[in-house]
C-alpha cells in the first residue's frame, strides 16, 4: 500500500466552500480502482496565516501502479473540476510516500 498525499493552500475567502467541495470530490475518487481509504489533516501552523488555510489529503491506494493508473485515466479529468471551481484560489503540491517500516505497540 502506498500514500498519495495532496497538500492543500487555499484561500480563506474560500476554504468552507472548498472543504465541502473536497468531501465530494474525495468520495468521488474512492469509487475509482484503486483507492482504499482517504483522510483530510488540517495543518495547525506555528503563526496563523489569515489570508489562507493549508489542508492534507493522505489517499492510501493498492499500489504504485493503482496511482500511474489513476494519473493516466483519471487524474486530468478529476484535476480539472477543482480549477474550473476554484481557479487561482488554491495552490496544490503532491508526493507519493512509500512504506518503509511500520511498528506497532509492544
Known sequence: MI???VNI????????????WLGDH???LLTLPGFVSAEVLIVEPEVATPEH???VVHYRMESHHALM???????????AKAG???????????????PLVEMLPV
Not at 493508473?69 to 484535476?79: E, F, K, N, S
Not at 474550473?84 to 512509500?98: D, K, M, N, T, Y
Open 84 to 98: 474550473e471551481r476554484f481557479s487561482g484560489q488554491f495552490e496544490i503540491h503532491r508526493r507519493v510516500l512509500a
Open 3 to 5: 500514500v498519495y498525499e
Open 9 to 20: 493552500k487555499v484561500g480563506e475567502a474560500v476554504a468552507d466552500d472548498y472543504r465541502a
Open 26 to 28: 474525495m468520495r468521488e
Open 69 to 79: 493508473v489513476y494519473l493516466r485515466d483519471h487524474a486530468p479529468r478529476m484535476r
Open 53 to 55: 488555510q493549508e489542508i
